[in-house]
């Protein structure tokens, strides 16, 4: 479907057409569609989420990642641990808004290269596109599965869920745990998760957390191994072991 042209009155020409008895559009009406929900500017680098087909600015999308798992738009776990694994560039997209938006482009590739050169770097070339040989197309029919950039260690090989079932009455200066999911080794003990916990709240020393398993209340000593094997299936959702906890305080004795 062509989007059409950009006129200098702010109108867009939906049929591509130059004739003046084609209906024009305002652009304002293309909003929601080719402006980022994040920095609230024109999509620069479009990248989707595949999960929910939500799309940001590249640089938008990654920063945001630092610190949650889920889409800004809908809220759904784009993933447990590594949601830039799925993103993906839409240049589509791109190239429409490019075209909707004149010297958007121009106007960028300008701020890139002084971006460059202020730190006396050498700027990018933009990278052609070119048609790809008859061997190295055949390779990539035989070899076509998606390959990681970023490999989890073998010994990293339990996946925890942490949920939080809440707080005794008089505790209230914690943060949220942001990231219930981690994964880390079945050497690590109830102590570590603790301690994690700890730190990702700022809990106040005079905090207690609690972890439960099922139905067992865990010592500090056990490890996550152990407790995989002796809990058995009812610890597990979706391979993850889930690990309750709550924040009490320390019983006077």
């Known amino acids: ?25 305002p652009l304002t009406q293309f909003y929601p569609y080719i402006r980022c929900a994040l920095c609230c ?38 993933h447990e641990t590594q949601p830039l694994y799925n993103i993906r560039p839409d240049r589509q997209l791109q190239d429409i808004v490019y075209k909707m938006v004149p010297f958007l482009e121009e106007l960028e590739r300008e701020q890139m290269c002084k971006f460059y050169k202020e730190r ?3 700027v990018p070339k933009p990278v052609p596109v ?9 390779r990539q029919r035989k070899d076509n599965f998606p390959r990681s950039v970023f490999t989890i260690p073998p010994e990293l090989n339990i996946y925890l869920l942490l949920e939080f079932v809440g707080a005794e009455n008089g505790i209230s200066d914690f943060k949220p745990l942001e990231r219930p999911y981690v994964c880390v080794s079945g050497e690590a003990t ?43 299936k009812e610890a597990l959702q979706d391979g993850l072991l889930v690990l309750h906890f709550g924040l009490v305080l320390p019983s006077q004795s």
């Open 120 to 122: 006396r770097l050498p």
């Open 41 to 78: 500017g024109f999509f620069i680098d479009a990248t989707t989420i595949t999960e929910c087909l939500h799309t940001f600015c590249k640089s938008c999308i990654v920063k945001h990642f630092f610190y949650s798992n889920r889409c800004p738009t809908c809220s759904i776990v784009v």
């Open 1 to 25: 479907m062509s989007v059409g042209r950009r006129r200098h009155d702010g109108t867009t020409n939906v049929s591509g057409s130059d004739t003046d008895d084609e209906p024009k559009l």
């Open 190 to 232: 109830i102590r570590h998760v603790e301690l994690f916990i700890r730190r990702k709240m700022e809990l106040s020393p005079m905090c207690q957390v609690d972890l439960v398993c099922g139905d067992h209340l865990l010592d500090h000593h056990q490890s996550l191994k152990d407790i995989k094997t002796f809990v058995g």
């Open 130 to 138: 070119s048609l790809q040989s008859p061997v190295v197309l055949k």
